[in-house]
Each structure stands twice: as C-alpha cells, then as structure tokens.
C-alpha cells in the first residue's frame, strides 16, 4: 500500500519539488498539501500541471484530517515545531527539513514522539553531497582538535546558523577534542567577532547576496588547515532523493533520528 503523504510547504522552492516527486512515485501517495497563501487551489494546478486531486489547506490540522502516514515539513523556522508536534499527537510520523529548530527543540520533539509511539527524521541537509561534508568532517575531527564552521547564506535567510551548519556543529561537539585557541571567555575587543558556540564548536555565518547555501568545516593544525565544504546551487532537486528516502524510513523506528548519513549506510 502506498505511503500517504502530506507536504507541508507544498507551494514552496523545496516543498513543491518535493510534493511533485511524491506525486510521480508509484509507492507514495500526496494525502494533503499544506501552504497559507494557495489555499483552496488544487496542488498540480498551484504548481503549473495537471489538476492532482489534492486542494492545498492552509494548516497541518486540516490537512491530518484526510488521514496520512507522514508529514514532511519545508515550511518556515517559525512553522515547524508546532506542525511537528501537531502530526506527532495524531500518530503521525513525521520527516523535518525546515531549519531552525535548536537541540532543546529537538528534545521535545524525541520526548513526544516516543510518548506516541511515533518515528522523526530530522536532517540539517538532506542532499548527499552536503552529508558526504558532514561524514567527512566527522572523520577529520578524530585526528584534528581543532576546528570551527562557517556558513554562508543569501541576506534573506531567516534563520542563522543554517540547519546544515547547526547540525555540522552539533556532531562535531559529540568528537570534539579541546581546542587550542584561547577560551573565548577570555578574549579582550569584540568577542562576538569569533562567533557563537553551538556545543563546543564557534560557528560563524556570513548573509551576503551571492550565496544559495555553503557550509564549511575548518581544521587547523600547527602549519596547515584543511577546508571541508559543501556549496548549494540554486536548484531544490538534491533534497528530494534523500527526503524521499527519510519518507520510506521514518516509520521503522520510535523517536527522533538525526542525519542523513544515518540512512546511507
Ligand atoms: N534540510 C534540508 O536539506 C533543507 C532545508 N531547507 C529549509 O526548509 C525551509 C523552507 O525553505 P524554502 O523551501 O526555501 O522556503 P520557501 O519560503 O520557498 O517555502 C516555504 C513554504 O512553506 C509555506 N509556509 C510558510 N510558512 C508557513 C506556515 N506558517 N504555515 C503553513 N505553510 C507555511 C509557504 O507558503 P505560504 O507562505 O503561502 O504559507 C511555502 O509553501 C527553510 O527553513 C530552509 O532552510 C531548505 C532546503 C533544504
Ligand atoms: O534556506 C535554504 O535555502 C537552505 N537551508 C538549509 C539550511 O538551513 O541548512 C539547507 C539548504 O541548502 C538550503
């Protein structure tokens, strides 16, 4: 039986490539579309196709009405929480790619979602190039001490860090050697110049028009640096197979699950 699918953010750059390809798969079926502004209009139609059947609904609760096996969420930072939990207490799994979403967040969501008996998928970046960034800076951070993350982005990304760089940062605090350089703590001028902790590790984020979205890992060590970095173009398309996969493998475990790379291997 096909997996019912809701988009949430259906109308959006992601969402709609997600919501198209949950249309063109045989083992997944589009169960609600969920965007403020096109609400009423059919999804296929709101995309510039053929009608799908779907009338797009402004709210995640209405959209759970028809009944689904998964909610994907490419809303806004300010969306996501509450349309997570929302899918969660009706039973729902649910697969996170919005950004913004902090570790106490993410919390929550594990503790709901245990307490329902419910599966969530959360990556900071669900293409595989910018996985394989993580897995590989993952792997450096066993040998190198020292390390930092920078994230670019376009002036209006709302949130800051990126998913990707608040993720990266999460996972190389759980390796994290002690640094170096002095504590920040004890530094003199401006110390919001070195960035802001996210675990052990400072992560700087640059908003400049030019930047779709890169990431990346620094390390240093005494006369050299290595540079891990992933750089996003300006196409939605490589989310959508590593989103489609967090689709197909959410509901086969209870709780939170963090990371794309969690699913390659
Ligand atoms: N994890 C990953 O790999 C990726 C993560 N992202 C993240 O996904 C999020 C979305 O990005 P992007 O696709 O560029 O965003 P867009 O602004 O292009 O699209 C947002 C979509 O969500 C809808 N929406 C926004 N707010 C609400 C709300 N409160 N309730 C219901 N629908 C809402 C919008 O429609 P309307 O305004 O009409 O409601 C629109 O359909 C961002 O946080 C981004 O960082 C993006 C790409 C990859
Ligand atoms: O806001 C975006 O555009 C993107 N956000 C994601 C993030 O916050 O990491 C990743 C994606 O590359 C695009």
Same mark, same amino acid.
């Given at each position: 039986?096909?997996?019912?699918?809701?988009?949430?953010?259906?109308?959006?750059?992601?969402?709609?490539?997600?919501?198209?390809?949950?249309?063109?798969?045989?083992?997944?079926?589009?169960?609600?579309?969920?965007?403020?502004?096109?609400?009423?209009?059919?999804?296929?139609?709101?995309?510039?196709?053929?009608?799908?059947?779907?009338?797009?609904?402004?709210?995640?609760?209405?959209?759970?009405?028809?009944?689904?096996?998964? %909610?994907?969420?490419?809303?806004?930072?300010?969306?996501?929480?509450?349309?997570?939990? $929302?899918?969660?207490?009706?039973?729902?799994?649910?697969?996170?790619?919005?950004?913004?979403?902090?570790?106490?967040? &993410?919390?929550?969501?594990?503790?709901?979602? +245990?307490?329902?008996?419910?599966?969530?998928?959360?990556?900071?970046? &669900?293409?595989? $190039?910018?996985?394989?960034?993580?897995?590989?800076?993952?792997?450096?951070?066993?040998?190198?001490?020292?390390?930092?993350?920078?994230? &670019?982005?376009?002036?209006?990304?709302?949130?800051? @860090?990126?998913?990707?760089?608040?993720?990266?940062?999460?996972?190389?605090? $759980?390796?994290?050697? @002690?640094?170096?350089?002095?504590?920040?703590?004890? %530094?003199?001028?401006?110390?919001?110049?070195?960035?802001?902790?996210?675990?052990?590790?400072?992560?700087?984020?640059?908003?400049? @028009?030019? &930047?779709?979205?890169?990431?990346?890992?620094?390390?240093?060590?005494?006369?050299? +640096?290595?540079?891990?970095?992933?750089?996003?173009?300006?196409?939605?398309?490589?989310?959508?197979?590593?989103?489609?996969?967090?689709?197909? +493998?959410?509901?086969?475990?209870?709780?939170? +699950?963090?990371?794309?790379?969690?699913?390659?291997?």
């Amino acid at each position: 039986m096909a997996i019912r699918v809701i988009v949430a953010g259906a109308t959006g750059w992601t969402g709609s490539a997600v919501a198209k390809a949950v249309l063109a798969a045989e083992d997944l079926m589009l169960a609600g579309a969920v965007a403020r502004s096109s609400a009423g209009r059919d999804i296929g139609e709101a995309l510039g196709g053929a009608p799908a059947g779907v009338a797009v609904v402004a709210t995640v609760e209405e959209a759970l009405r028809a009944g689904a096996d998964v %909610l994907v969420d490419y809303t806004a930072p300010q969306a996501v929480k509450a349309n997570a939990l $929302t899918a969660i207490s009706a039973g729902v799994a649910v697969v996170v790619g919005t950004s913004g979403l902090s570790a106490d967040d &993410y919390a929550e969501i594990d503790k709901a979602a +245990r307490a329902n008996n419910v599966g969530v998928f959360a990556a900071g970046n &669900y293409s595989i $190039t910018a996985t394989l960034m993580t897995k590989f800076a993952l792997m450096a951070a066993r040998y190198v001490a020292d390390v930092e993350v920078i994230d &670019y982005a376009s002036g209006g990304k709302p949130d800051t @860090p990126s998913g990707t760089a608040r993720e990266l940062a999460e996972r190389l605090s $759980t390796l994290r050697k @002690p640094a170096t350089s002095k504590p920040v703590s004890e %530094l003199g001028g401006v110390r919001e110049t070195r960035g802001g902790a996210i675990g052990a590790v400072q992560v700087h984020s640059l908003r400049l @028009p030019g &930047y779709v979205l890169s990431c990346e890992a620094q390390f240093g060590a005494p006369g050299e +640096r290595l540079l891990i970095r992933h750089d996003a173009g300006s196409d939605a398309a490589p989310y959508v197979a590593g989103t489609l996969l967090a689709v197909r +493998r959410v509901r086969d475990e209870v709780g939170l +699950r963090r990371g794309l790379d969690l699913l390659f291997d």
